[in-house]
């Protein structure tokens, strides 16, 4: 029997998403669940994204949880997260300040009013000692997901053939069962910072609001002094503050965009 699921489809700098409310996705066989993800995300034969959110409103904010394209579960997304705080607090379904519950843990978030939302994420962790593939150094830096992040010393983005051989190889790394998204972050002339992404069980994306996090503890680390940094992908820029301690909170702001919504007949 045909099943009619409504859906809105949001991005965050570029990185998209199908926003299903978690009640609706419920009546999908949780067994056919990660096929009917790729099917929605599919970008030639379904809505197309880079992944498949789903919220339960609550009196204090949200349950948020999210799938990658390839119909794997994911622990946390901040463009994502950003999304649906966006389109719930923008409608006045749960309160401008609150409390995210995600598989990583709760994440707060404020809705700054227009397409603006903040997050604040708990204490970076650093869960592996540095990896070294050819001539570049990873971080590993769990931000809610875990990254592997180069700072490049050349002024511009990372050679296209390297970017992608060497964030596949760190994706499917033996040490990382679960898979790792891999940044390549570089200053450029002018001094601005500059973001390019490889999201495990999506590939290179426009974006990625933990990735950015991850980015900006790299980025503080190496320049203590800057607490504040405007980081910009493909997508668009985002802006990530920490106090360069170990247990401090991360900052991730910037805005989301609602595109359309609809019903899809599954």
């Known amino acids: 029997m045909p099943l009619d699921i409504p859906f809105h489809k949001m991005h965050g700098i570029g990185n998209d998403f199908v926003v299903v409310d978690a009640s609706d996705f419920a009546h999908i066989p949780s067994q056919s669940q990660p096929d009917r993800v790729r099917q929605l995300c599919d970008r030639h034969t379904g809505i197309g994204a880079d992944g498949l959110l789903t919220y339960t409103p609550k009196p204090d904010g949200l349950d948020f949880c999210i799938f990658n394209a390839d119909g794997s579960r994911d622990t946390m997304c901040g463009n994502g997260l950003r999304c649906v705080v966006l389109l719930l607090a923008g409608s006045g379904r749960i309160p401008v300040k609150g ?74 790394h033996d040490d990382f069962p679960d898979g790792i998204s891999t940044n390549w972050v570089w200053r450029d002339d002018a001094g601005e910072f500059h973001l390019r992404t490889w999201e495990r069980g999506v590939g290179e994306t426009l974006a990625c609001g933990t990735g950015t996090c991850a980015a900006g503890i790299a980025i503080i680390n190496a320049f203590p002094d800057e607490n504040t940094v405007e980081l910009t992908s493909e997508g668009g820029t985002l802006t990530v503050t920490w106090g360069g301690h170990p247990e401090d909170a991360i900052y991730l702001s910037g805005p989301a965009t609602h595109v359309m919504q609809g019903v899809v007949t599954l």
């Open 99 to 172: 409390i995210a519950r995600t598989d990583s843990g709760d994440v707060r978030y404020t809705y700054l009013g227009g397409t603006q939302v903040m997050l604040q994420l708990p204490a970076p962790q650093e869960f592996h000692a540095p990896i070294t593939l050819g001539d570049n150094t990873f971080s590993c830096i769990n931000t809610g997901s875990p990254h592997a992040v180069v700072l490049l010393p050349e002024s511009h983005g990372p050679n296209p053939v390297t970017f992608e051989a060497a964030s596949c190889d760190l994706e499917n």
